[in-house]
């Protein structure tokens, strides 16, 4: 729960940088530090971007020596803190919007769908989920496929890398509207293929720097990374067709 000055504080903060206005498209913010979230979003507003700050799902520590966590995903305490978010969203004259970040999609299916029930219930602008496959994931499902098993794929949806898709992941996407998020720069340095040029994906990606503390999050220089992958790419491709 927030307290009262917490709340005096961000609406302060929010309503001082109001004025400021930005000439830049959406950006989304997957921001994943919740014990913040009212600085977050302050700074958000005061940055002058159009931006959706999207919470997760706060991780607990069981034991401090080992650093084992764990994460409740149950509404009722995983969404105390953003629910309070919600009552008073969107900041900065509509121009920062709430979404929600969920990274445990192998939640039995009653649970996830009463837990998207209640985003879309109060708003949120996108919900965002981690999306990776492979080798290194055991062939397991994927995102796409979880979440349309489950009934809960929908415009507001927003895939974050969606690396080796599955057969039918794109036709999925696009008959829900839903869409990707390809972020060059830790896909490929992850040995992950972005799936942004693919052809079927490509009306359905957008580009993002993933995270800055990482990357760069320059974006110009995420356009330049994917386009130098292509170009790669192509390369071996016209060397093996001789």
């Known amino acids: 729960m927030l307290a009262q000055h917490q709340w005096s504080i961000i609406q302060a903060s929010i309503l001082a940088s109001s004025t400021v206005r930005s000439p830049y498209p959406l950006l989304l913010s997957e921001v994943i530090l919740n014990c913040a979230a009212p600085t977050l979003i302050n700074a958000l507003a005061t940055s002058g971007l159009r931006a959706v700050y999207c919470q997760c799902v706060p991780r607990t520590i069981l034991e401090e020596d080992s650093l084992n966590v764990t ?3 149950a509404p009722e305490s995983a969404l105390c803190v953003w629910k309070e978010l919600a009552e008073i969203a969107p900041f900065a004259d509509g121009r920062v919007h709430l979404g929600f970040a969920v990274d445990n999609l192998y939640l039995p299916t009653g649970q996830l769908q009463e837990l998207y029930t209640e985003l879309r219930s109060m708003d949120a602008k996108i919900i965002t989920s981690h999306g990776a496959a492979g080798k290194a994931f055991g062939d397991a499902p994927s995102a ?3 979440l349309n098993n489950a009934g809960l794929l929908g415009p507001d949806i927003l895939i974050s890398h969606a690396n080796f898709p599955k057969d039918g992941d794109a036709g999925l996407l696009a008959t829900h509207d839903a869409s990707v998020s390809s ?4 896909e490929l340095q992850m040995g992950y293929p972005p799936v942004a040029l693919m052809p079927e994906f490509r009306p359905l990606a ?3 720097v993933d995270c800055h503390s990482w990357g760069s999050g320059f974006m110009p ?3 330049r990374l994917l386009l130098q992958h292509a170009r790669t790419e192509r ?8």
């Open 183 to 186: 972020t060059p720069n830790t």
């Open 206 to 208: 957008s580009l993002g």
């Open 71 to 73: 994460d409740d995903h």
């Open 235 to 242: 390369s071996h491709r016209l060397e093996k067709e001789g």
């Open 144 to 146: 796409v496929q979880l």
């Open 221 to 223: 220089g995420q356009m």
